[in-house]
C-alpha cells in the first residue's frame, strides 16, 4: 500500500489559518428563520388563535413571536401551544412582555411560560418615554435584574425600542444609554420603522453594537402622512439590504419578525405579501 504523502508544517499551518473561515462562512450561508410577530394579525388570532398560527405556518413562516396577552395563559395552555407549534414545524424564540411582567410577583410566571414554549428571549416591548437618564437608569437595572432571575433557566431578556429611544443625538440618546448600561447578554431587538421614523440609521445603529442585534423586527415605514406603518415590507424607505448585510455580518441575527400595524389588506393576507417581499429582498425563493 503506497504511503500517504506527509504535510509539511508551512502547509499545515496555512491550511489551519483558512478554517476559521471557512466555519464563519459555513455559519453565514446557514438560512435565518423569518417569523410574524403575532400582534400583526392580532384580531384573527383573538378569535381563533389556533387557526391563526396554523394559518401563519402554512405561508411559510418559520417562528411566531407572542404578544403580552400570553402572559394570561396556564401552564396547561401553553403547552397546548406548544405541542401546535410543534407539530407544525414552527419556533417561539421569544414574546413580548409589558413592563410589569418583569416585577418580582409576575416575572417567575413569565419564565415558566417562556420554558413551556421553547424560548429564548423575554423581551420588555415597551416603555413609556423617560424625561432623563435617571428614568433610563430604572430601565436598564430592571432589564439587567431580570435577566439575573431568568438566566439560571436558560432564558435571556431582550429590549424592543419605539421611536423615544432614538431620538436626540447619536452617542447621547435613550437607546445609546440602554446599550452601555445593560448586559452584554441583553438582546436589543430593533425594530426598523420606529428607528427610520425617528431619523436615525438603523445600519449604523447595528454596527455600533456587534453581536447584540440578535432579532429584528422587519417593520416598513413611508414618509407619506397618509401611508406611515400601513405600507407592505418594500414599499417604504428602509434600506434592507443594507440591514441584512450588517445584521448577518456584524450584528448577531439569530431570527427575523415580520411585523406590521395594517395595511390595505387583511390582517393575514398582509402577513403573506410581506413574507413574500421579504423573500424576494432578500433573494429567497
Known amino acids: 500500500m503506497p504511503s500517504t504523502p506527509s504535510l509539511s ?3 499545515f499551518l496555512a491550511m489551519s489559518a483558512t478554517l476559521p473561515w471557512a466555519f464563519k462562512s459555513a455559519a453565514a450561508d ?3 428563520p423569518v417569523g410574524l410577530e403575532l400582534y400583526s394579525v392580532r384580531d384573527a388570532l383573538k378569535q381563533d388563535p389556533e387557526g391563526t398560527v396554523r394559518a401563519v405556518a402554512k405561508m411559510g413562516y418559520q417562528a411566531v413571536e407572542f404578544y403580552a396577552p400570553y402572559f394570561d395563559w396556564t401552564d396547561t395552555q401553553a403547552k397546548q401551544l406548544r405541542k401546535l407549534l410543534d407539530d407544525l414545524g414552527v419556533r417561539c424564540y421569544s414574546t413580548h412582555n409589558n413592563a410589569d411582567y418583569f416585577l418580582p410577583k409576575n416575572i417567575n410566571h413569565a419564565r415558566d411560560l417562556n420554558v413551556i414554549l421553547g424560548c429564548k428571549y423575554v423581551v420588555l416591548a415597551w416603555s413609556d418615554p423617560k424625561t432623563g437618564p435617571d428614568g433610563w437608569k430604572a430601565v436598564a437595572d430592571q432589564l439587567n435584574s431580570a435577566a439575573e432571575t431568568l438566566e439560571p433557566s436558560g432564558l435571556k431578556t431582550g429590549y424592543h425600542n419605539h421611536q423615544a429611544e432614538f431620538t436626540g443625538a447619536v452617542g447621547q440618546r435613550p437607546i445609546d444609554f440602554l446599550a452601555k448600561n445593560t448586559k452584554p447578554s441583553v438582546m436589543l431587538q430593533l425594530d426598523v420603522g420606529t428607528c427610520v421614523e425617528a431619523g436615525s440609521d438603523p445600519v449604523a445603529w447595528i454596527r455600533a453594537n456587534p453581536g447584540r442585534i440578535r432579532s429584528i423586527h422587519c417593520k416598513e415605514w413611508s414618509p407619506d402622512p397618509n401611508k406611515g406603518y400601513k405600507v407592505l415590507f418594500g414599499e417604504g424607505v428602509v434600506d434592507w439590504k443594507g440591514i441584512f448585510q450588517a445584521a448577518e455580518g456584524v450584528g448577531g441575527i439569530e431570527y427575523y419578525l415580520i411585523e406590521q400595524e395594517g395595511s390595505r389588506f387583511s390582517e ?16 429567497e425563493r
Open 30 to 32: 446557514r438560512p435565518i
Open 268 to 283: 393575514l393576507e398582509t402577513a403573506r405579501r410581506c413574507l413574500q417581499s421579504f423573500r424576494t429582498t432578500r433573494g
Open 9 to 11: 508544517r508551512r502547509s
